[in-house]
């Protein structure tokens, strides 16, 4: 089976119908990384038609120097930091009405060492972090729950290490106000 | 919240939503459907050519230096040969002018 860089070539020469392999490929990364900004399945899946789009569309300005797989998840970040920009116009606060009881429980009277299953951190966080700015959000997205490095967070969003260090700091020190005001207001 | 709650809260938030989830998370009509609206897009490897502006603002660093240095280039030459005892540029250029207006003709 050939390489990226192959497919990429026979694409540049005219043949349409590679790039499906190209899709086919890198889909499930794409569709992993919007998953985290986005739960409903069908955004998730337009986010990520919208990604391999516009990878079509700047295919001639990749230049092969880092591995394709990277570039197209840079694709699908910026795609997913616009998505939560146009989110965040049109959905404005939202409530934390929606908490499970467990979630709840875990917030008001939760210790360290209390225990807390992975869907109601999931419901915390989302709620948390939905009150922070799409920037905020990706940058402790990515270096929380996926475990990326400051550079690859930098590359991905087009700054610098100093930028995303800054950002993250505080990002953090919101999400740490956010989820304390969540507490209270879930009484 | 304490650094170890919230260090807890990422933690299990982390188990929540795997990286990479299984195929079967893609729809099956996935491909075809990018595959379709690429169709519908220009051909790849084939730029957009770029406006003058565009070229303008590439070639911005490389001008300004090139003008730079034309300047420079002109002021050094001009003070060399105001040192050589020759006349200056603006000399030449009055002496010119002086002859034009008097020789009525220039028009």
């Known amino acids: ?187 | 919240m304490n650094e170890k709650k919230l260090q807890r809260l990422f933690a299990a938030a982390r188990k929540d939503a795997a990286p990479l989830p299984p195929d079967g998370f893609v729809p099956a009509d996935f491909v075809a459907d990018v595959l379709r609206q690429v169709r519908n897009e220009p051909a790849v490897g084939q730029p957009v050519p770029a406006t003058i502006f565009d070229q303008l603002n590439a070639l911005f660093p490389r001008l300004a230096l090139a003008a730079a240095a034309v300047i420079i280039l002109c002021i050094a030459a001009d003070f060399g040969l105001t040192s050589a005892g020759l006349p200056e540029l603006g000399d030449g250029a009055a002496q010119l002018s002086s002859q034009f207006d008097l020789n009525g003709d220039g028009l």
């Open chain 1, 1 to 187: 089976m050939s390489d990226d860089a192959e497919l990429l070539q026979r694409i540049r020469a005219g043949a349409v119908d590679e790039f499906a392999e190209l899709v086919r490929r890198h889909q499930s990364r794409v569709f992993a990384i919007l998953h985290r900004y986005e739960r409903d399945a069908q955004r998730v899946e337009d986010l990520a038609q919208e990604t391999f789009l516009k990878a079509w569309r700047a295919l001639g300005q990749f230049d092969a120097r880092a591995p394709f797989e990277h570039w197209v998840s840079r694709i699908a970040v910026r795609t997913a930091l616009d998505h939560l920009r146009r989110e965040k116009k049109h959905r404005g606060d939202i409530g934390f009405d929606d908490l499970g009881e467990d979630a709840l429980d875990w917030l008001q009277h939760g210790d360290d060492k209390s225990e807390l299953d992975s869907r109601s951190a999931a419901e915390i966080l989302n709620l948390a972090l939905s009150r922070l700015s799409p920037a905020d959000r990706i940058v402790i997205t990515m270096q929380e729950l996926d475990g990326r490095s400051v550079k690859e967070i930098a590359a991905a969003l087009g700054v610098s290490g100093i930028a995303v260090r800054v950002r993250a700091v505080r990002a953090r020190a919101k999400l740490r106000r956010a989820l304390e005001q969540l507490a209270p207001e879930g009484k």
